[in-house]
């Protein structure tokens, strides 16, 4: 009953830009959700990966409260005594130079675009207004008009013209085909190491290492949105180290970076692609607060002192294995990398939110992608006994 008055109210009052499984949460500790009824559930969404450290992790919720009793917003006009600890912390951890704070992720996948198109006019010398940035199709990077530009899903666009010029798309996985987009006036190529909301796609082996070669040569920013697998979401910090010699020139983190409390996101990159910057060229009101900086700082911290990069490869592996190895005609494919789990449902099975509904039936949440795919993308805290829950549960739903 209750359930229902509250859909019922959010419906009426709220813009139906989402399509929820019809749940309502109430209360969340740790791998754990309850919803109003009481109901418990397992949450293996984590907030599209933006709750890696789990719901409430006790560390981050005792630096929220005491920043929050100390002070939480400067803007930065001032300077605040919290912001440089985590912008060195990103930076020795990603083995970067410098940062840049925003807060959501969209907003960092700006910031990586207009750095880009500086870096192009000041540093590389293409002719002004002429810079190009190179994306993939079925990206997902965020849903800002610039971006949705980007994107190659007739519903992220529709209604939403006219679009920002200067973008090519070419096909995700296919570095000849970057190298053949490449043009004097290209100043950037922006990519998911692995595309999240596309599916858990990933791309051929030794393609982030062909399109960092690519780059260099032909001075191009190599730019990756980790926004989603960063943090230790596919069993590394960053997906980009899944491969050699593939770190590139900016990147862009932000979900987990909040520690699953407070937006925050940050390009992180080199000297000479930040050092473009000067006082007054970009801001944000929000971005850097001393708030959110300690919960980030914190967020960090927990992710390195839990292992939870380590655990997500270990747990991603034997999860990926034990999925692998149930009997269903239902499935197309299982693959993924960490904790970063997709479960491809065969067309003649139908769409995946049936599934995903039935799992909800089961206790455990899960948000289909693209139709097809349940992903699975518990927070990394979880422990090995909790994805012999999950197994459990896919076995049932999959039989
Ligand atoms: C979620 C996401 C974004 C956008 O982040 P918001 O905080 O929702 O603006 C951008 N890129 C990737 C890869 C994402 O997963």
Known sequence: MKTQELIHETETY????????????????????WDVEGKKYMDCLSAYSALNQGHRHPKIMKTLIDQAGRVTLTSRAFHNDQMGALLKKLCLMSGMDMALPMNTGAEAVETAIKTARKWGYKVKGVPNDKAEIIVCANNFHGRTVTIVTCSTE?????????????????????????????????????????????GIL????????????????NRVLFIADEIQTGLGRTGKLF??????????DMLIIGKALGGGVYPVSAVVSSKEVLGVFKPGDHGSTFGGNPLGSAVARTALEVIVDEKLVENSRELGNYLLNQLRGIPSKHVQEVRGRGLFIGVEIKQSSGKARPFCERLMAEGLLAKETHDQVIRLAPPLTIKREDIDWIVERMKKILA
Request: net charge negative; with cysteine.
């Open 14 to 33: 709220s813009a139906a830009n989402y399509h929820p499984l019809p749940i309502v949460l109430a209360k969340g500790e740790g791998i754990w959700v």
């Open 154 to 198: 007739h519903q992220y666009r529709d209604g939403f013209g006219p679009f920002t010029p200067g973008f090519k798309v070419v096909e995700f996985g296919d570095a000849s085909e970057l190298e053949k987009a490449i043009t004097p006036n290209t100043v950037a190529f922006l990519v998911e190491p692995i595309q999240g909301e596309a």
């Open 202 to 217: 990933m791309p051929p082996e030794g393609y982030l290492t062909k399109a960092r070669e690519i780059c260099t040569k």
């Open 239 to 248: 997906a980009y180290e899944h491969e050699k010699n593939a770190k590139p």
